[in-house]
């Protein structure tokens, strides 16, 4: 599967490559699929793997294996299952999306919501960094180094109801964020249902 997007290019940031606008993007448009290969094996970690629930991991290819972390990211995963009627089994796919109007060059991100278990310290110079690249439900587990406590209780509250259920089989990680939007997808989508499970797993 081609895993290709005309919106984004790969490009070089200070520590390795990066995602970015290849072209001015608007709020909620779908940048593509994570193409990759996905893997059926619950202890396998990476450093780009994606966590689609169960026992289920994604090793995305590019351009989206590039995505870096922001605590104030533009774009989200949008996780999305695909059943079918013939008893085939669920199909997990993970789409990136964007959550504001973005310039073309500027650098896309999203919040990669680690394990407090697996956070490491978090470098995006966000206003609101909250200073570990880790699950904001999480942040408090990493009290001993917390730099700061920045104001994110909105947006995870404002996602709560609709990831609530979907939290539950999580093991490791989530993004809030996608909540809405994954919820969105599955309206729109004939026969499936969607999760906002976990946005990128932390390598061991
Ligand atoms: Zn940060």
Same mark, same amino acid.
């Given at each position: 599967?081609?895993?290709?997007?005309?919106w984004?290019?790969?490009?070089?940031?200070?520590?390795?490559?990066?995602? +970015?606008? *290849?072209?001015?993007?608007?709020?909620?448009? @779908?940048?593509?699929?994570?193409?990759?290969?996905?893997?059926?094996?619950?202890?396998?970690?990476?450093?780009?793997?994606?966590?689609?629930?169960g $026992?289920?991991?994604? @090793?995305?290819r =590019? #351009? +989206?294996?590039?995505? &870096? %972390?922001?605590?104030? #990211? &533009?774009?989200?995963?949008? %996780?999305?299952?695909?059943?079918f009627?013939?008893?085939?089994?669920?199909?997990?796919?993970?789409?990136?999306e964007?959550?504001?109007?973005?310039?073309?060059?500027? @650098?896309?991100?999203?919040?990669?919501?680690?394990?407090?278990?697996?956070?490491? #310290?978090?470098?995006?110079? *966000? =206003?609101?960094?909250?200073?570990?690249?880790?699950?904001?439900?999480?942040?408090h587990?990493? =009290?001993?180094?917390? #730099?700061?406590?920045?104001?994110?209780?909105?947006?995870?509250?404002?996602?709560? *109801?609709?990831s609530?259920?979907s939290?539950?089989? $999580?093991?490791?990680?989530?993004?809030?964020?996608?909540?809405?939007?994954?919820?969105?997808?599955?309206a729109?989508?004939?026969?499936?249902?969607?999760?906002?499970?976990? *946005?990128r797993?932390?390598?061991?």
């Open positions: 599967m081609a895993s290709q997007s005309k984004v290019r790969v490009g070089k940031v200070s520590y390795g490559k990066g995602v +970015f606008a *290849a072209s001015d993007l608007p709020s909620g448009l @779908e940048l593509g699929e994570v193409a990759g290969r996905v893997i059926d094996d619950a202890e396998y970690v990476s450093s780009y793997c994606i966590d689609l629930g $026992t289920l991991s994604l @090793e995305p =590019a #351009p +989206f294996r590039y995505l &870096n %972390h922001s605590c104030e #990211p &533009n774009c989200q995963l949008v %996780h999305q299952l695909t059943e009627e013939d008893g085939s089994p669920p199909q997990p796919s993970i789409y990136v964007t959550l504001k109007p973005i310039p073309a060059g500027a @650098e896309l991100t999203i919040d990669y919501s680690w394990s407090a278990d697996g956070a490491i #310290p978090c470098l995006c110079g *966000a =206003a609101s960094c909250r200073g570990w690249v880790v699950d904001p439900a999480e942040l587990l990493l =009290a001993p180094k917390k #730099p700061k406590r920045p104001r994110t209780a909105t947006p995870r509250s404002t996602a709560a *109801a609709g609530q259920s939290a539950v089989g $999580t093991r490791s990680s989530r993004s809030s964020t996608s909540a809405a939007a994954a919820a969105s997808k599955g729109t989508t004939s026969g499936s249902a969607a999760t906002s499970t976990a *946005a797993r932390r390598p061991r």
